[in-house]
């Protein structure tokens, strides 16, 4: 069982917003601001698309925007492409870990 | 541009030891505020954290796996190494090697897939 909480699943039609969540404790997500988001398509490594709950690497188009509240972060995608389907994953930085994942969430866009 | 290329057997047998290596290039593995890591991820499954490594040898484990797990770095050849001993099939998976600060893996190699056979 991973230690962050993710939906499976979401999905949108071309040019429609999502927001996947990513759910912890006050022992990562909520305690700290190291918040990652990843993009991983099928058969290829993951690539950072938010760091640091809001930040976008250079590069990054600028749908892509991240927030947190509480001990749950938010990924928000606006304008849904065709190419942003794709399995994205948060992770923290936790106390105890000192890195964990969440399960992974797969975007379907329609 | 900084490259990883991780190495090693796709074929363990069960309760032996699983040994990867991870090739660092464009950049020495010594310099800098980095971690090097190891995630894996089952196919079909999410990622999973393993360890990591940083430039003054310092690791760090996942608690569920630590007992079994060591990362290693050589500066000489400019890689790092990952060994999980009594390996199961519950062990099988893509295995990924990256760098990571803060939390930001920003760069990863292309995975090796390693399968424990019985």
């Known amino acids: 069982q991973s230690a962050l909480t993710q939906p499976a699943s979401v999905s949108g039609s071309p040019g429609q917003s999502i927001t996947i969540s990513c759910t912890g404790t006050?022992?990562?997500?909520?305690?700290?601001?190291?918040v990652s988001w990843y993009q991983q398509h099928p058969g290829k490594a993951p690539k950072v698309m938010i760091y640091?709950?809001?930040n976008r690497p250079s590069g990054v188009s600028n749908r892509f925007s991240g927030s947190k509240s509480g001990n749950t972060a938010s990924l928000t995608i606006s304008g849904l492409q065709s190419d942003d389907e794709a399995d994205y994953y948060c992770?923290?930085?936790?106390?105890?870990?000192?890195?964990?994942f969440g399960g992974g969430t797969k975007l379907t866009v329609l | 541009q900084v490259q990883l290329q991780e190495s090693g057997p796709g074929l363990v047998k069960s309760s032996q030891t699983l040994s990867l290596t991870c090739t660092v290039s464009?950049?020495?593995?010594?310099?800098?505020?980095?971690?090097w890591s190891w995630i894996r991820q089952p196919a079909g499954k999410g990622l999973e954290w393993i360890g990591r490594?940083?430039?003054?040898?310092?690791?760090n484990y996942n608690p569920s796996l630590k007992s079994r797990v060591t990362i290693s770095l050589d500066t000489s050849k400019n890689h790092f190494s990952l060994k999980l001993t009594s390996v199961t099939a519950a062990d099988t998976a893509l295995y990924y090697c990256?760098?990571?600060?803060?939390?930001?893996?920003?760069?990863w190699g292309q995975g090796s897939l390693v399968t424990v056979s019985s």
């Open positions: 490594i940083y430039t003054s040898g310092s690791t």
């Open positions: 464009g950049g020495s593995i010594s310099s800098g505020s980095y971690y």
């Open positions: 990256a760098r990571e600060s803060d939390i930001i893996y920003d760069f």
């Open positions: 640091e709950v809001s």
């Open positions: 992770s923290s930085y936790s106390s105890s870990t000192p890195v964990v």
């Open positions: 006050s022992s990562d997500v909520g305690g700290y601001n190291y």
